[in-house]
């Protein structure tokens, strides 16, 4: 059997295709709902115009976000039973324990109040409906964390027994599985990653519509939350991939060696920024390396030993039997930069972009011309950055907005393609998950059908946000600035339209 047709590797593909396409909304969702939040709890604070405009500008690209992320999201969970029937029944009791969690207390959050927060704007005192938005943002963190528990425990499998008789995992310490190190820090570097790509989407929208000098005050407000939260989310992202990097080490020492295609120990070894040459083979003709960088890295010492390929391999044949331990060296190497190389680009543009804004450099100014009843507002010119200079930051701030995006997908191939050929790393091996009854031509037939699925939705998708974002924040009515003071709202009219649907 050829085995780039074997289920095993078609069953792995499929499952990547999907899983990175779905986890496209997933940071997003994340942290769009927290800053829809934000910047709605700015306008009940404040009753400032600019805040309800954006939040409701926001509110619809994250909406538009989140439908496609459920949508999507329910094809992992037919693949278990399709393509992955033995992992399944062997890691079931425990694998489905966080999940059940997921389902049970994060989804019903997210579902319940955003129905509330959706049709609640004309209905609901404006605190109460503010209320709702931040359940739906601690609803979307709480199934982010339990689900990467999950994948936490088979990167690291914790609070389990092996039952011999019955042939699966079963749980025994389900508090374990939730707050050891590998699911805390593995949690924390994808929240902060999350925060990170929806705060260069906000500068990559705003960007737009500031270039095009329409809706500056609601973009300039935007803007600058949107470079705050690159900052923030960038820094926490390097420290808490730092603090995910040193306990992969100990626990996926063959990742770790794969990541810098070390083929051999070495004593302090060097991290290579860059490679010319087959690293599949060890033929690493140019590398552009910083000496010592990683064995501080993986032990907070620039002097200290660490493991190549060759040694984890003896080591592992040791401990689990004869075969071979290794991933695919090559994109364990190139993943590992692009997701480091795509994030930290994001993180500059937004600490440059801070530092223009902060200068006035790039934002423009209104002035306020007449004594009419509502003022006329006139555009002044920026200070001299230079029309080209300020145009092409526009159009790199634009950009920047998929840089993230590509980090969060390579970030993920290199987790799971690091780990094989282990499903749960130490426990499973992957070629003893797969569906045994599965054909190829099954596997092929439903990774077509999937694939175009996702085709399909991604065409909606760029339209439906494509749409609103030229349309831009929305203008208000009376009742959007005058919110109901009780619950029901203040209107008696049954024929009354809903006050936030598109």
Same mark, same amino acid.
């Given at each position: 059997?050829d085995?780039?047709?074997?289920?095993?590797?078609l069953?792995r593909?499929?499952?990547?295709?999907?899983?990175?396409?779905?986890?496209?909304?997933?940071?997003?969702t994340?942290?769009?709902?927290?800053?829809?939040?934000?910047?709605?709890?700015a306008w009940v604070r404040?009753?400032?115009e600019k805040?309800?405009?954006?939040t409701?500008?926001?509110g619809?690209l994250?909406?538009?976000?989140?439908a496609m992320?459920?949508?999507?999201?329910?094809v992992?969970?037919?693949?278990?039973?399709?393509n992955? #029937?033995?992992?399944?029944?062997?890691?079931?009791?425990?694998?489905? %324990?966080p999940l059940?969690f997921?389902a049970?207390?994060?989804?019903?959050f997210?579902?319940?109040?955003?129905?509330?927060?959706?049709?609640?704007w004309?209905?609901?005192?404006k605190k109460? !409906?503010?209320?709702c938005i931040?359940?739906?943002s601690?609803?979307t963190?709480?199934s982010a964390?339990?689900?990467?528990a %999950?994948?936490?425990?088979m990167? !690291?499998?914790?609070g389990?027994?092996?039952?011999? %008789?019955?042939?699966?995992?079963?749980?025994t310490?389900f508090?374990?599985?939730?707050?050891q =190190?590998?699911a805390? %820090?593995?949690?924390f570097h994808?929240?902060?990653a999350a925060f990170?790509?929806g705060?260069?989407f906000?500068?990559?929208v #705003?960007?737009l519509?500031?270039?095009?000098k329409k809706h500056?005050?609601e973009m300039k407000t935007s803007?600058?939350?949107?470079?705050?939260?690159v900052a923030?989310g960038?820094?926490?992202t390097a420290?808490?991939?730092d603090t995910?990097?040193?306990?992969m080490?100990e626990?996926q020492?063959?990742?770790?060696?794969a990541?810098?295609?070390?083929?051999?120990?070495?004593?302090?070894?060097?991290?290579s920024? &860059?490679?010319?040459?087959?690293?599949?083979?060890?033929?690493?003709e140019?590398?552009?390396e910083?000496?010592g960088?990683?064995s501080?890295l993986?032990?907070d010492? &620039?002097?200290?030993?660490?493991?190549?390929? =060759?040694?984890v =391999?003896?080591?592992?044949q040791?401990? *689990? $039997?004869p $075969?071979?331990y290794r991933? =695919?060296?090559?994109?364990?190497y190139?993943g590992?930069r692009w997701?480091?190389?795509?994030?930290m680009?994001?993180?500059?543009?937004?600490l440059?972009g801070l530092?223009?804004?902060r200068?006035?450099?790039l934002?423009?100014r209104?002035?306020?011309?007449?004594?009419d009843?509502v003022?006329?507002?006139?555009l002044l010119?920026?200070?001299a950055?230079?029309?080209k200079?300020?145009?092409? *930051?526009?159009?790199?701030?634009v950009?920047?907005?998929v840089?993230?995006?590509?980090a969060n997908?390579?970030?993920?191939?290199?987790?799971?393609? $690091?780990r094989q050929?282990?499903?749960?790393?130490?426990?499973l091996?992957t070629r003893?998950?797969v569906?045994?009854?599965v054909?190829?031509?099954e596997?092929?037939?439903?990774?077509?059908?999937f694939?175009t699925?996702?085709?399909i939705?991604a065409?909606?998708?760029?339209k439906?946000l494509v749409? *609103?974002?030229?349309?831009g924040?929305?203008?208000?009515?009376?009742a959007?600035?005058n919110?109901?003071t009780k619950i029901?709202?203040? #209107?008696?009219d049954?024929?009354?339209?809903?006050?936030?649907? *598109?």
């Amino acid at each position: 059997m050829d085995l780039a047709l074997a289920p095993e590797t078609l069953a792995r593909w499929q499952f990547g295709i999907t899983t990175v396409y779905h986890f496209l909304f997933v940071p997003l969702t994340i942290s769009l709902a927290a800053l829809t939040a934000g910047l709605q709890t700015a306008w009940v604070r404040t009753e400032k115009e600019k805040y309800l405009k954006a939040t409701k500008f926001w509110g619809k690209l994250f909406l538009i976000n989140i439908a496609m992320g459920v949508v999507t999201g329910i094809v992992q969970e037919f693949q278990f039973g399709m393509n992955w #029937s033995d992992y399944s029944r062997f890691v079931g009791d425990v694998f489905g %324990a966080p999940l059940a969690f997921e389902a049970l207390i994060a989804f019903f959050f997210e579902s319940t109040f955003i129905g509330l927060w959706i049709f609640g704007w004309d209905k609901l005192p404006k605190k109460i !409906h503010l209320a709702c938005i931040w359940m739906v943002s601690i609803g979307t963190i709480l199934s982010a964390y339990f689900i990467l528990a %999950a994948n936490s425990w088979m990167q !690291h499998p914790v609070g389990y027994r092996i039952n011999e %008789a019955r042939g699966r995992a079963e749980l025994t310490d389900f508090w374990l599985v939730l707050t050891q =190190n590998t699911a805390l %820090a593995q949690g924390f570097h994808t929240l902060s990653a999350a925060f990170l790509t929806g705060g260069a989407f906000m500068v990559g929208v #705003s960007a737009l519509h500031l270039m095009r000098k329409k809706h500056i005050r609601e973009m300039k407000t935007s803007l600058r939350l949107g470079l705050v939260t690159v900052a923030i989310g960038g820094l926490l992202t390097a420290v808490s991939g730092d603090t995910l990097g040193k306990i992969m080490y100990e626990q996926q020492p063959m990742k770790m060696a794969a990541a810098e295609a070390l083929w051999d120990g070495e004593k302090p070894a060097p991290f290579s920024i &860059f490679a010319v040459g087959d690293v599949a083979e060890g033929h690493n003709e140019v590398a552009i390396e910083i000496p010592g960088l990683l064995s501080f890295l993986a032990k907070d010492d &620039f002097s200290s030993y660490v493991p190549g390929i =060759n040694d984890v =391999n003896k080591a592992e044949q040791k401990k *689990y $039997g004869p $075969g071979d331990y290794r991933p =695919n060296i090559p994109v364990a190497y190139w993943g590992f930069r692009w997701m480091i190389g795509f994030g930290m680009a994001s993180f500059t543009v937004g600490l440059i972009g801070l530092w223009l804004t902060r200068k006035k450099f790039l934002l423009p100014r209104h002035l306020r011309v007449g004594d009419d009843e509502v003022p006329h507002l006139v555009l002044l010119p920026h200070k001299a950055l230079g029309p080209k200079l300020t145009k092409l *930051y526009w159009r790199i701030a634009v950009w920047t907005m998929v840089f993230p995006l590509i980090a969060n997908s390579w970030g993920w191939i290199f987790t799971e393609t $690091g780990r094989q050929p282990w499903a749960v790393y130490g426990v499973l091996r992957t070629r003893d998950a797969v569906s045994p009854g599965v054909s190829q031509g099954e596997i092929i037939t439903s990774m077509i059908v999937f694939t175009t699925l996702y085709a399909i939705l991604a065409v909606i998708e760029v339209k439906l946000l494509v749409k *609103y974002i030229k349309a831009g924040p929305p203008e208000l009515t009376e009742a959007d600035l005058n919110p109901p003071t009780k619950i029901g709202g203040d #209107s008696r009219d049954a024929d009354k339209p809903m006050a936030f649907s *598109y």
